[in-house]
């Protein structure tokens, strides 16, 4: 990557907008700009560095609030004047505490555009409520309460929600059916953690089996 710098289209005041997005979910986080300094401390620590216009210095993302960007990916589009930083994201990107800064819609168009989104985020924020039980177990979490128990006792709950998925299913109730299966998604998000495989992989999976 450093020897394609040159290739790059920095503008006149030597900077290059940058497009940063979220490998594991696709979505668009930020729009920030680099010079060729913060762009080479990016490649250089593997987590995204800017330029600040109006503090005219450089700027470390999450260097104050801890929600840093690890940086997997970088691509310059055909004209060379844009990058586009493929990370994985820290917590919320937003300085407003949001998960992206693209939060206020202007016109929607397309329900089913609302309606994926709106559930990639409630995955995200389940799997961060998931993800701090682990790692600190607070007295009187359920989620914690399973993970001190171990796999047996997860492997346990996963296969009740799958028999209740039946039944409910058997029973044809539609609002059955949806309570059961929340339940199941539920304890197999916390099965992944257990194993640390992140839910992405899972929809990775997917997406490789549809190309096949």
Not at 81 to 102: I, K, M, R, S, Y
């Amino acid at each position: 990557m450093i020897d394609k710098i040159h290739d790059l289209k920095f503008g006149e005041n030597g900077l290059i907008p940058a497009i940063i997005q979220e490998i594991n979910t696709g979505q668009v986080l930020m729009l920030a700009y680099m010079n060729k300094e913060s762009l080479e401390k990016t490649i250089e620590t593997g987590e995204t560095w800017f330029w600040s216009r109006s503090r005219k210095t450089l700027w470390h993302k999450g260097e104050t609030s801890g929600h840093t960007q690890k940086v997997k990916q970088i691509l310059y589009d055909c004209d060379g004047d844009t990058l586009l930083v493929l990370v994985e994201q820290n917590g919320p990107a937003c300085h407003t505490g949001n998960e992206t800064c693209f939060f206020t819609e202007l016109i929607s168009k397309d329900k089913k555009i609302e309606e994926n989104v709106l559930g990639l985020k409630v995955l995200k924020q389940l799997q961060t409520v998931i993800e701090k039980r682990y790692n600190e177990r607070p007295e009187g979490s359920y989620v914690a309460y399973l993970f001190n128990k171990g796999l047996d006792k997860i492997l346990k709950k996963v296969g009740e929600e799958a028999s209740e998925v039946i039944i409910a299913s058997k029973n044809k109730n539609r609002s059955e059916i949806i309570y059961e299966v929340a339940d199941l998604l539920f304890h197999l998000l916390v099965m992944l953690k257990e194993h640390g495989i992140p839910f992405e992989d899972v929809l990775a999976e997917l997406s490789n089996r549809r190309k096949g």
